[in-house]
């Protein structure tokens, strides 16, 4: 066999098939006969199999009030609405998320305030978070994102000081704990995207949970007209009957008969992909140029079903090899490498000089007061600036095999043992590296 680097010729490292290695979500006969069940009866619009779902996920996460959406977007929106979020409000997102964590905070009349995120967790970092803080401030988007569980303790201090409430977005993150304690389990409310791509999947769909009576009920008010029978509160009572928010935000009941099926399903499946990965990492920690990401395991946090998992890169320990070939190189072994993860939002013109709705200034600044400068809130976030050039995709994998994980792992330590034959045509650079979405990835030319 070659030992050469394949991009130079050499044989592939991964020669094993993938089979379902890849495959998600893994749809089960049962799967089938519960959505089946639904259509026949065709009760797709319906709330019997959606209000099944969300008890039996509240159970399953341990809080009080559950609510399931169309998508994770919808969730987002709802929870801020819920939690009382309104016009000239200042919402802390990290910048280095998907879109939806921060963006559904224009709808409601307030605006973004990004802060950095820490380069261990690659979460938002609670002493820039501080920093970030006006007395305009109501509420934080926590992101555990690509299954990091954030520094919860941090979070929830500066939080409570400042008396801010939390909105734990865990779209990454299914099942992650952190400290012991499932994430999704510590904001005044949470959001989860279900959508086809992630941990837990239903299709398309989202789900808001909080213990918070009111928040759950302003939700539903918000966007859940035809449950407004749940409203209890007289404050909210007047309002009932129509949609406040202007939406519609049910989840279609394909969706929660998926669900329900793939709750059950989820805690086995987690459990293989949790000891697929740690293996994988386990073959590579201490190979050079390359940092496995994962909490550490006596912290008692964990990862969950570890959605879009990432490595850290360390070009100077392989002599300067850009990202970009040393992932293109992987790539040619025949295993998984993607440099770079989201880019972050903050540079973004949406988040700068876009007037959406036609006020006449930046959206961003166009539910303050006519002090507020856009200046003041377009700032620099090194760590997030710079993540994309020190993170690469690593595969995900939802089996545990050895054999073609090991593979896999070979494919990175032979790139790594051959770096100095790379740095001969390395004209690449990390000059736009990652994407605004994980799951639509434009197509590697290579
Ligand atoms: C971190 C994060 N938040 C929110 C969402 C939005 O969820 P959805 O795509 O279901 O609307 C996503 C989805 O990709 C996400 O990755």
């Not at 704990?177 to 949470?190: E, I, N, S, W």
């Not at 793939?262 to 499946?269: A, C, G």
Request: aromatic share 8%.
């Amino acid at each position: 066999m070659d030992d050469k680097p394949a991009l130079l010729g050499g044989d592939k490292a991964v020669t094993l098939p993938q089979e379902d290695m890849f495959t998600w979500p893994i749809v089960t006969r049962e799967h089938e006969e519960a959505v089946l069940r639904v259509l026949r009866a065709g009760a797709m619009s319906g709330l019997e199999v959606t209000r099944q779902f969300e008890r039996r996920y509240a159970e399953t996460l341990g809080r009080r009030h559950a609510l399931a959406y169309h998508n994770g977007t919808a969730a987002i929106l709802g929870a801020l609405y819920g939690l009382g979020v309104g016009v000239g409000d200042e919402v802390i997102v990290p910048s280095l998320t998907y879109w939806a964590s921060a963006a559904p905070v224009y709808n409601l009349g307030a605006t973004v305030v990004f802060a950095d995120v820490d380069p261990d967790t690659i979460c938002i970092d609670p002493q820039d978070l501080e920093r970030r803080i006006t007395p305009r401030t109501k509420a934080v988007v926590v992101v555990h994102y690509a299954g990091m569980p954030a520094d919860m303790d941090a979070l929830m201090g500066v939080a409570a000081k400042h008396g801010l409430k939390i909105l734990e977005d865990c779209s990454h993150a299914h099942g992650a704990l952190y400290k012991g304690r499932q994430v999704g389990t510590f904001g005044d409310a949470a959001a989860f995207s279900l959508m086809t791509g992630k941990s837990l999947p239903v299709g398309e769909g989202g789900i808001l949970f909080t213990d918070d009576r009111e928040v759950y009920e302003r939700a539903i008010l918000f966007g859940h007209y035809a449950r407004h029978d749940e409203i209890t509160l007289e404050s909210l009572k007047p309002f009932a009957g129509l949609p406040c928010g202007g939406y519609k935000h049910r989840m279609h009941q394909l969706s929660s008969a998926f669900g329900l099926v793939q709750l059950e399903l989820y805690p086995r499946q987690m459990a293989e992909i949790d000891r697929a990965m740690n293996h994988f990492c386990d073959l590579l920690e201490k190979t050079p140029g390359i940092r496995p990401m994962r909490p550490d395991k006596a912290s008692g946090s964990t990862k969950g079903g570890w959605y879009y998992p990432h490595f850290k890169y360390v070009g100077r320990e392989l002599g300067g090899l850009s990202l970009q070939r040393f992932a293109r190189a992987v790539r040619a072994e025949g295993s998984v490498c993607n440099p770079g993860c989201n880019k972050p939002l903050h540079r973004h013109p949406l988040f700068t000089t876009m007037d959406v709705y036609g006020h006449g200034r930046p959206t961003r600044v166009a539910g303050l007061d006519e002090t507020a400068r856009i200046e003041a809130y377009v700032q620099a976030l090194p760590v997030s600036e710079g993540i994309n050039a020190c993170v690469f995709e690593v595969p995900w994998f939802k089996h545990d095999r050895p054999r073609l994980i090991a593979e896999h792992a070979e494919a990175y330590k032979k790139v790594v043992r051959h770096h100095a034959l790379l740095l001969d045509e390395d004209a690449e650079a990390e000059t736009d590296v990652g994407g605004y979405s994980s799951f639509f990835r434009a197509p590697d030319p290579s």
